[in-house]
């Protein structure tokens, strides 16, 4: 299946992403700024301008929406505060559904906030991260559960994004047993998961862990690394594992296949290229291509975001043009 033929596809293709639903702020500060606080005395970092995106499981849809798939929406949990406005608003720019992210008082909208120096364009300080250290109150997960319910069934693809470290995050014990349960039902949906610290948890759905995340779990539950053996034990007929530069590792039933990606010795910015990779390699296997196929797209997609700064996109013409440079 050639590109051309899978963004064709996917125009007419549903996508729903559930899970940690994120807010990036690209905050720039300018150091000739930093003139000491009258009453602490302490420099101040002086922001001159402030840039939104979608982050963790946004920028999973954010990529999905930039390569034109027909229907995108997340769903999720967000603070009462203005960074839960603000996510909103960059979702929605972006012609993604957030009506169904559950607002609550009861915690803060996870956002990252990153500080880029006017002067090199680098982030050289530390970000501040607005977490939350408790449990996700009962009353949000049973939303989440009650409207991931009604409406899974709706979309082709449901892509799970646990990136919480923590027990913080949206992904509980219950919604991914639903996860499953679903997966396991529904064989003609896909469910796509991309969760840093539990990939060996989740079963009957499509697993994407970085090579690290892969290793991690292997070791901890064989005490070596074996990706067939992760495969079967998450009982599915498809593990992707990212390598980076390197490319990806598609695991099939007895058979394990590295797809390379399309080199590129000097990226701008890696960050987020995981995230392309599973919107372009998802969405390809909804379209009908094969694993290896998918592998390829998913890492065509990629190979242009880390040439942005940020958590870049690829447009179709872009993927058009990369894969002309980047045959099967």
């Known amino acids: 299946m050639t590109a051309e033929e899978i963004l064709t596809r996917i125009r007419s293709k549903a996508a729903l992403v559930v899970g940690d639903i994120c807010l990036d702020r690209w905050c720039t ?48 949990a967000v603070g009462e505060d203005g960074h839960g406005v603000e996510l909103e608003r960059a979702l929605e720019s972006r012609g993604i559904e957030s009506h169904r992210l559950v607002r609550s008082g009861g915690i803060q909208t996870f956002t990252y906030t ?56 949206v992904v509980t014990s219950r919604l991914r047993e639903f996860l499953c349960e679903f997966a396991g039902a529904r064989r003609d949906r896909l469910v796509w998961v991309d969760s840093r610290l539990r990939a ?54 007895d058979r394990q296949t590295l797809v390379r990606t399309r080199p590129n010795p000097k990226p701008v910015d890696i960050c987020g290229a995981g995230d392309s990779f599973s919107a372009g390699a998802a969405m390809a296997l909804a379209a009908g291509a094969p694993p290896c196929e998918a592998a390829w797209f998913g890492n065509l997609v990629a190979s242009i975001t880390i040439t942005k700064r940020g958590t870049g996109v690829a447009t179709p013409e872009e993927v058009m043009g990369a894969a002309k440079e980047m045959p099967r």
Not at 68 to 76: D, E, K, N
Not at 119 to 135: L, S
């Open 29 to 76: 500060y300018d150091p000739a700024l930093a003139e000491p606080s009258r009453e602490t005395g302490i420099p101040r970092l002086a922001v001159v301008a402030t840039e939104v995106t979608p982050g963790a499981g946004g920028t999973v849809a954010n990529n999905l929406a930039a390569l034109g798939v027909g229907r995108v929406a997340v769903l999720g």
């Open 200 to 253: 060996g948890l989740f079963r009957h759905a499509v697993i994407k862990p970085n090579q690290r995340e892969a290793e991690t779990a292997c070791r901890e539950l064989f005490g070596a690394v074996d990706y067939e053996r992760l495969r079967r034990h998450v009982q599915a007929e498809l593990l992707m594992v990212t390598q980076g530069p390197d490319g990806v590792v598609v695991v099939e039933p």
């Open 114 to 169: 990153k500080l880029i120096n006017a002067g090199t364009g680098m982030e050289d300080v530390p970000r501040v991260d607005f977490i939350n250290r408790h449990a996700l109150p009962a009353a949000v997960e049973e939303e989440i559960l009650r409207r991931l319910g009604a409406c899974a069934a709706d979309f082709d693809v449901l892509f799970v994004a646990d990136q919480a470290e923590a027990e913080q995050g």
